[in-house]
């Protein structure tokens, strides 16, 4: 069974949450998960780390929930918006032996995506949704070009249409091709914009 950290989750811990203020106490939950992350490394004997990451409402927790919840590894659910973080963490696991993995959930329409973030409980400015799915998409493309040794897995969301969410995983035979697709997934936050007006 997996150990799962999620600063979403370590929110409904904190004194006053509330769904409806989730951006007020995201700083602090991100920097307790962090924390977090680090002692699970440290001491757990699970060799797999994996970081799911994707912008907000791209399915991740869903994708986790019914994919990766019963490996036995530490996973990280977040958005790996920033490349600072990110490299902190892959060093982190590098330096206690483990084996890093990321699987980046995409979605295959930005405009849903965003409308299934304006639909969800926990409130935050449309802004975090452009950030996030512009600085992810770079970070990933970062970790490529810098860290060759780390597994990634690109993982599609879609509805069918019956309004199910389902997970489609890419095949990309070589790191070369992995770099086209991530290159031509770079977006500015204008670009995400214009994609969900």
Same mark, same amino acid.
């Given at each position: 069974?997996?150990? @799962? &950290?999620?600063?979403?989750?370590?929110?409904?811990?904190?004194?006053?949450?509330?769904? $409806?203020?989730?951006?007020?106490?995201?700083?602090?939950?991100?920097?307790?998960?962090?924390?977090?992350?680090? #002692?699970?490394?440290?001491?757990?004997?699970?060799?797999?780390?994996?970081?799911?990451?994707?912008?907000?409402?791209?399915?991740?927790?869903?994708?986790?929930?019914?994919?990766?919840?019963?490996?036995? $590894?530490? !996973?990280? *659910?977040?958005?790996?918006?920033? !490349?600072? %973080?990110?490299?902190?963490?892959?060093?982190?696991? @590098?330096?206690?032996?483990?084996?890093?993995?990321?699987?980046?959930?995409?979605?295959?329409?930005? /405009?849903?995506?965003? @409308?299934?973030?304006?639909?969800?409980?926990? #409130?935050?400015? *449309?802004?975090?949704?452009? %950030?996030?799915?512009?600085?992810?998409?770079?970070?990933? +493309?970062?970790?490529?070009?810098?860290?060759?040794?780390?597994?990634?897995? &690109?993982?599609?969301?879609?509805?069918?249409?019956?309004?199910?969410?389902?997970?489609?995983?890419?095949?990309? *035979?070589? /790191?070369?091709? +992995?770099?086209?697709?991530?290159?031509?997934?770079?977006?500015?936050?204008?670009? !995400?914009? #214009?994609?969900?007006?």
């Amino acid at each position: 069974m997996a150990i @799962i &950290i999620s600063a979403d989750e370590i929110k409904k811990e904190l004194k006053g949450y509330t769904p $409806s203020q989730a951006e007020k106490f995201h700083a602090e939950s991100a920097k307790m998960a962090d924390q977090e992350f680090e #002692k699970a490394v440290e001491s757990t004997s699970y060799k797999e780390v994996i970081l799911v990451c994707g912008g907000s409402a791209s399915g991740k927790s869903e994708f986790l929930a019914t994919q990766l919840a019963n490996r036995e $590894s530490i !996973i990280f *659910d977040g958005t790996l918006s920033s !490349i600072k %973080r990110a490299e902190r963490k892959l060093k982190k696991i @590098i330096k206690e032996n483990k084996k890093p993995i990321i699987y980046a959930v995409i979605p295959d329409n930005l /405009k849903r995506a965003f @409308i299934a973030f304006l639909r969800r409980d926990r #409130k935050f400015s *449309d802004n975090h949704f452009y %950030r996030t799915h512009s600085s992810s998409r770079k970070t990933l +493309l970062w970790i490529v070009l810098n860290y060759p040794q780390v597994k990634i897995n &690109i993982v599609e969301s879609f509805y069918t249409t019956s309004q199910e969410l389902k997970f489609a995983n890419l095949r990309l *035979d070589n /790191k070369q091709k +992995l770099i086209e697709y991530l290159s031509g997934l770079q977006m500015t936050e204008d670009d !995400i914009i #214009k994609q969900t007006v």
